[in-house]
Structure formats: C-alpha cells, structure tokens
C-alpha cells in the first residue's frame, strides 16, 4: 500500500485504498453520447429544412443540397447531419425517430404534413408518419394526449 494514501480510505484487510479505487472505476465508467444523428438522403439542404422545422431549429447557413447541418434545438439532443448519397432509400428503417406531441396529437400530425410529411398508417397510440424522403418516424401523444 502506497503511504500516499491515508489510513482512513483503506479497505478493511485489502491492500487497495478507496481513492484509487475510485479513479479507476471512473476512468473505466465513462460512457460515450449520441453527439449527431447523420441521413443519407438524395437532397440534404430540404430533408434538412423539413427537420429543422419539425423540431424547432435552423438549418446551418453554409448548407447546400450535398451537405446540411441542423443543430438540436436548445442544445437537449443531438445535432443532424444530411449527406447526399446516390439512389434513393431502398428499405425500411432500422430506427427511427418517436417525436412526442406537444399539444394534441391530431394537430401535430397536420403541421408535420404541412411541411411535407405523409401518414403512413394509424396505430392505436401513435401515428407513424414518411419525412419527404419516406424515413418513417412516430408521433406519440404528449402532455395534452390523443385528439
């Protein structure tokens, strides 16, 4: 046992203080984030505004139909990256967004459409909606519920 380390953060009858011990499992717990969700898409800079819109952000102004940058709004999640790709969405999505409504559901599902999204189908909670891409996304009743 090192004599840096005071009597007081010792183990009871093991040869490892407490500090050490410590920084060590801290060192070891640190856990990534999600800093970006990135799309590949056919047209970034307008599957970028629709999403911008959605959720209350900007588009980066240096965004062009190759590459679009959105940053989270309030800085609570993470940012969005729209890389043009060649040829169109081809399968289903392996994930997918759930928005939660902020008001009543039904109202939310016509704003996301006015700005360009497609109901896919109706579900008993939720309703599952196409970005103009076809990405499908949920929307889920919020706080005020299903309308």
């Not at 970034?44 to 980066?60: N, P, T, Y």
Request: aromatic share 6%.
């Amino acid at each position: 046992m090192p004599a840096a380390c005071p009597a007081r953060w010792r183990l009871p009858g093991r040869a490892i203080c407490v500090a050490r011990r410590l920084a060590r499992r801290l060192a070891s717990c640190h856990a990534c984030f999600i800093k970006s969700v990135t799309f590949d898409c056919s047209d970034a800079l307008s599957l970028a505004r629709f999403w911008a819109a959605a959720l209350g952000s900007d588009v980066d102004e240096e965004a062009t139909v190759a590459r679009a940058y959105v940053e989270a709004a309030g800085g609570g999640g993470p940012n969005m990256w729209f890389i043009r790709v060649p040829g169109p969405k081809t399968a289903k999505n392996r994930m997918h967004f759930d928005l939660r409504a902020p008001g009543e559901t039904a109202a939310e599902v016509r704003r996301l459409a006015a700005l360009g999204a497609s109901v896919a189908r109706q579900e008993t909670a939720l309703t599952v909606m196409r970005d103009p891409e076809g990405n499908e996304f949920c929307v889920e009743p919020g706080p005020a519920g299903v309308s």
